[in-house]
Each structure stands twice: as structure tokens, then as C-alpha cells.
């Protein structure tokens, strides 16, 4: 490893303070895999419930849960349990067959979101470009757009995935640089303006997609009544309202998805990391049959959406969400979080954002970095994730407990206060 890739590995943590064991093993990565990350200088090995363990035996209180997909914590009994028994049945078959573990899967997932029908796949991008395919394919056959010309309405700061379609309505010049010519049909206006999205709207206007939280822009929230506002204007003009709740749903804000903290029912949901438990990839599409039934054999597929061993995973997240204490417990512990780092504002923190276990905190300049605060602390054994220079991302396992809830406070005011 270079000089200069190793002090960015590490960052102000010093190579001194960095084990050989760690640093052999990032330099393996670094020499390796493409540098399209750039992670903290901690080695997991190990994880249980809200806390992982390095290559040297350090612990480390996880407060970030893989951007939501650890949303029931690390190894959680239950999930392996199902997890196992599916290993030792089947884990592959491809939708060319019919597997047992995916009706009863799509069957729960639809009930739980009442909503008729489900469209399995893998990852969270992958849910997201499918429903851009059923949303356009929707206008022309169902709302009668003419052909080629359908539109998708979709907002500033946005972030959906890291696709070419994705990036194409990206404003992130991170997400976009060097990867033209994009994919046309996206209209992009203000997060939170409504009368921009009401104005945007045309005869072409086959959806509108947001995030009801934006997550990677550091999670920003819309003023109050935006969602009612989107699902009056779309329902109005029969426009599709697309809700992509992979980060905030399946509760992460003490719901099952936020739309429900808004009393808003979108006509589609995009759900993926939490719906396979943090043990394998697990995304869909949840609509009505008026939506999705615009799907036909041979038109969209995944070889492995709807696989054997994530349809069994899936259903046991779904059955633990049917309980509802997750969410409880989300919302619950999110006060107990939200009323500690409230009092951060104005020493160290400009502005606290979020709902649930899930908050955005604004970094005052004058202590430094997002980055800097994130690695002070990583030497005071918390995991988190900055986003767009002066944000730190928080968004711990559900299950993690209120004394670590108190720890990650703590150490969080130290790191506010070391100077740069």
C-alpha cells in the first residue's frame, strides 16, 4: 500500500494506531478491489445483535447497521434459524420454477403492506428500476401516454441507487461524474415544494418517485403534510406515487414504513436491505394488481429474485414486523436518542434531524469534518457514516439497548468537543 493510500485508509487515526493485522488486511483490499470506497480503518470479523468485533479482538458499538440493513441486528437467532433450515432444503431454483418459499413469502409481504401483489428482487437499485419499468409501462398501456414520451418526476438530493438509469436524475456530482449520456424521461423540482411537483405535472406524467426521508442526503426530512400533499396531487392527476422506503422502512422510524407516521398509502413501495435481516440481498415492488399486473411473462426477471433462501429469510422479517414490537421499540428508543443529541446542538452540532432510530447530525465546522467526528469516533468504539462533508448518519440496529443508546450519546459529545 502507498503512503497516500494508507493515510487515507486510516485518516487522522495514524498508521501507528493501526494493528498489522489491520493494516494487512486493508491493504489487501486496497491491492485488490476497486477503490469506489472509502471505509474506516476497522476490520469486522465478528458481529452479534448491535455490536461488531475487529480482525483484533476490539468491540464496537454498530451505528450505522449497514444503511438500514441490520435493522434487527446482527445474527439475529431467528432469522439464522430460518436461514439454516432454508440451506438445507434449497437456496436456488430461478423463476423458471415454482419454489414452496415464495408464495408464502410474496403472500405475507402483500398483506403486511396491503397491497395485492409483490415483484421480488435483490437489491434496492434493482427494486428501484423495476418500478421505473412498471410505471412507465403502466402510463402506456393503462393511462394511455403516448409512446416513448412518459415522464417520472423525481427530487432534488435525491439518491435511489447507483445504476446508469439511477445516476441519470442524481444531482450528486459524486454519482454522476463521468458516466454520461444518461437515460432521458426524469423531471427533477425541490424536496418538499409541493406546488413544484404540482406544476411539474403534465399529460406525459407517469409517476412520481421520492424517498418519504432522504437518507443519504443526510437525512432530511419534508415539512409536514408534504407526503398528504403528494398523495392528493398524484391521486388527482392519475399519477403513480412511488415510495422508496428501502432506508426508512421496515422500522427504522417506528413504523412499518414512514408513510404510515404520515397516514399516507402510496400506489407502489420500493422495500429492500432490511427485508433480508442483514443475511441476504432481499428487494420488491408492492402495488396493487392494477400496477403490477402490467407485468407479463418474459417482460422483467431476475434469476435470483424470489430465490428459495431470501423468500425464507424475507417472510420471517415480515412475520417479526406483523408483531410490531420492532417498531415500538424503534420509536421508543428513538426519543431516548433524539432527546440526547438535542442537547449537542449549539456544542459541536448545528442541527439534529429524524425520526426513530435514524438521525442526521450537523457537524459545527469549527470541531471539523463529518469525517473527523466519525473517526474520533471509531478510537472511542463507535461505528457511524458521514455523508456530504458536515453530516453524520446514525442509524443503529432496532435491538440495540438504552445503555448503549446512552454510550453512543456520550461518546458522541466527546467527539463533538475534541478540537480539529
Known amino acids: 500500500m502507498t503512503g497516500t493510500t494508507m493515510h487515507q485508509a486510516t485518516d487522522a487515526v495514524g498508521t501507528d494506531a493501526v494493528s498489522a493485522a489491520t493494516r494487512d488486511a486493508i491493504e489487501q483490499v486496497e491491492a485488490h478491489a476497486a477503490h469506489n470506497y472509502h471505509p474506516l480503518p476497522v476490520v469486522v470479523t465478528e458481529a452479534e445483535g448491535a455490536w461488531v468485533t475487529d480482525v483484533d479482538g476490539r468491540r464496537y458499538l454498530d451505528c450505522l447497521a449497514a444503511y438500514s440493513a441490520v435493522n434487527f441486528g446482527h445474527g439475529h437467532p431467528r432469522l439464522l434459524a430460518v436461514a439454516h433450515a432454508q440451506l438445507d432444503r434449497v437456496t436456488l431454483t430461478s423463476r423458471a420454477f415454482h419454489s414452496a418459499a415464495l408464495g408464502p413469502f410474496v403472500e405475507a409481504l402483500a398483506a403486511l403492506a396491503s397491497?395485492?401483489?409483490?415483484?421480488?428482487?435483490?437489491?434496492?437499485?434493482?427494486?428501484?428500476?423495476?418500478?421505473?419499468?412498471?410505471?412507465?409501462?403502466?402510463?402506456?398501456?393503462?393511462?394511455?401516454?403516448?409512446?416513448?414520451?412518459a415522464e417520472i418526476i423525481v427530487m432534488e438530493g435525491n439518491f435511489h441507487g447507483r445504476t446508469t438509469t439511477i445516476v441519470s436524475f442524481s444531482d450528486d456530482p459524486d454519482a454522476t461524474t463521468g458516466y454520461a449520456p444518461f437515460t432521458p424521461g426524469f423531471v427533477r423540482v425541490p424536496f418538499g415544494d409541493a406546488a413544484a411537483l404540482e406544476a411539474a405535472i403534465t399529460p406525459r406524467t407517469a409517476a412520481v418517485l421520492l424517498e418519504p426521508i432522504q437518507g443519504e442526503a443526510g437525512i432530511k426530512m419534508p415539512p409536514a403534510g408534504y407526503l398528504q400533499r403528494v398523495r392528493d396531487i398524484t391521486s388527482r392527476e392519475r399519477v403513480l406515487f412511488i415510495a422508496d422506503e428501502i432506508q426508512s422502512g421496515l422500522g427504522r422510524t417506528g413504523a412499518t414504513f414512514q408513510?404510515?407516521?404520515?397516514?399516507?398509502?402510496?400506489?407502489?413501495?420500493?422495500?429492500?436491505?432490511?427485508?433480508?435481516?442483514?443475511?441476504?440481498?432481499?428487494?420488491?415492488?408492492?402495488?396493487?394488481?392494477d400496477v403490477l399486473g402490467?407485468?407479463?411473462?418474459?417482460?422483467?426477471?431476475?434469476?435470483?429474485?424470489?430465490?428459495?433462501?431470501?423468500?425464507?429469510?424475507?417472510l420471517e422479517v415480515v412475520r417479526m414486523l406483523s408483531e410490531g414490537a420492532m417498531q415500538a421499540r424503534a420509536r421508543?428508543?428513538?426519543?431516548?436518542?433524539?432527546?440526547?443529541?438535542?442537547?449537542?446542538?449549539?456544542?459541536?452540532?448545528?442541527?439534529?434531524?429524524?425520526?426513530?432510530?435514524w438521525a442526521g447530525i450537523d457537524i459545527d465546522p469549527a470541531v471539523g469534518t463529518a469525517r473527523d467526528v466519525c473517526v474520533r469516533l471509531l478510537e472511542r468504539g463507535i461505528l457511524a457514516k458521514d455523508t456530504h462533508g458536515q453530516t453524520v448518519r446514525l442509524a443503529p440496529p432496532i435491538v440495540i439497548e438504552e445503555s448503549d443508546l446512552d454510550l453512543l450519546i456520550a461518546a458522541f459529545r466527546e467527539a463533538v468537543s475534541a478540537s480539529r
Do not use: Q
Request: aromatic fraction near 4%; glycine fraction near 16%.
Open 115 to 149: 397491497k395485492d401483489m409483490v415483484l421480488p428482487m435483490n437489491t434496492g437499485a434493482e427494486a428501484v428500476e423495476s418500478a421505473i419499468k412498471v410505471a412507465r409501462r403502466w402510463a402506456y398501456e393503462v393511462k394511455g401516454v403516448p409512446a416513448g414520451e
Open 294 to 314: 402490467v407485468l407479463t411473462p418474459g417482460s422483467h426477471g431476475s434469476t435470483f429474485g424470489g430465490n428459495p433462501l431470501a423468500a425464507a429469510v424475507g
Open 332 to 357: 421508543e428508543l428513538g426519543e431516548r436518542l433524539h432527546a440526547g443529541l438535542a442537547e449537542l446542538v449549539g456544542h459541536g452540532v448545528t442541527e439534529v434531524r429524524g425520526v426513530g432510530l
Open 259 to 289: 408513510c404510515d407516521n404520515e397516514g399516507v398509502v402510496p400506489d407502489v413501495y420500493l422495500l429492500g436491505k432490511a427485508l433480508g435481516g442483514g443475511v441476504v440481498p432481499v428487494s420488491a415492488v408492492v402495488a396493487d394488481a
